[in-house]
């Protein structure tokens, strides 16, 4: 989840002033946290209150996304999403936004397995983004960051991507000469893009680089495929160390309690 976080922030201060190069400063004073970002702790929140019973994650998700939704107005939700926010009886609006897959990472750090992840995207997903291609979208992300945690080479994740979800049409060099402006801001386009941005990368740095550099909606690239690589690199600890500079306390409290969560699991031996 903090490679998605950071990927957001990083590519914040691009998304609509893209650049066409690799060679930048990941993180300066023009960089903060957006919708995906938010959004992404809500979800880490939901699963986290859950305490591994998720019967009813679906009404948990809608709860905390309003309640801390609502917290950050202006971070730069779809017209869509707000409206569905700040609603009294929130429905589903038949959404395949890229949002759907780059909220879910958390998804894929909690579930144990394949299947559960197919089920807890689902069910996190389908309360806003209920088109197919929507839940296709998360689902086939937090696949990917669960393969990659659980040691999958990146050959086999291509494998199962393009068998079941999607297939990657160009070169991270040929969506840097394709991609002009802000980029369509849905699954079925932003998915292949962050898929072979990850496929390429040489590192969880050179991921976020590639993501960056091929221009298009550039804080949602980098949030979907990093946290991808972040599951199958790890984020540097220098990298780790700086979000305190770019969350509040509120959102902050979020990270460090999920990556407990986690970290506890990992020593019970259950992941």
């Not at 002033?17 to 970002?37: P, Q, S, V, Y």
């Not at 859950?50 to 609502?70: A, F, N, P, W």
């Not at 983004?129 to 696949?143: D, F, V």
């Not at 298009?216 to 690239?221: A, C, E, F, V, Y």
Request: net charge negative; hydrophobic share 35%.
């Amino acid at each position: 989840m903090i490679g998605a976080i950071l990927g957001d922030i990083i590519g914040s201060r691009h998304e609509f002033n893209n650049i066409k190069t690799k060679d930048f400063e990941l993180l300066t004073a023009g960089c903060g946290f957006t919708d995906d970002t938010v959004m992404t702790c809500a979800v880490a929140l939901a699963l986290l209150e859950c305490h591994g019973d998720y019967t009813e994650l679906e009404k948990k998700t809608v709860e905390v996304m309003q309640s801390i939704g609502r917290k950050y107005p202006n971070c730069g939700y779809g017209g869509m999403f707000w409206r569905w926010m700040f609603s009294d009886h929130p429905k589903p609006y038949n959404s395949f936004g890229n949002g759907a897959a780059m909220r879910v990472s958390p998804v894929g750090f909690i579930a144990e397995n394949i299947g559960q992840a197919k089920e807890l995207a689902y069910k996190v997903t389908a309360i806003t983004h209920n088109h197919p291609e929507g839940l296709k979208g998360a689902e086939a992300t937090a696949i990917a960051i669960v393969m990659a945690r659980q040691g999958s080479t990146k050959e086999e994740i291509r494998e199962v991507m393009e068998r079941d979800y999607y297939t990657s049409e160009h070169t991270v060099d040929e969506y840097r000469d394709i991609i002009r402006g802000h980029g369509d801001e849905t699954c079925q386009v932003s998915m292949p893009e962050a898929l072979q941005c990850f496929y390429e990368g040489e590192s969880y740095e050179d991921v976020i680089r590639n993501c960056i550099s091929i221009g298009g909606d550039s804080d949602t690239l980098a949030a979907i495929a990093g946290g991808i690589a972040e599951a199958y690199y790890g984020v540097p600890e220098e990298l780790k160390g700086r979000l305190p500079e770019y969350l509040d306390e509120r959102l902050m409290n979020i990270v460090d309690e999920f990556t407990g969560y986690m970290r506890s699991m990992l020593n019970t031996g259950i992941f």
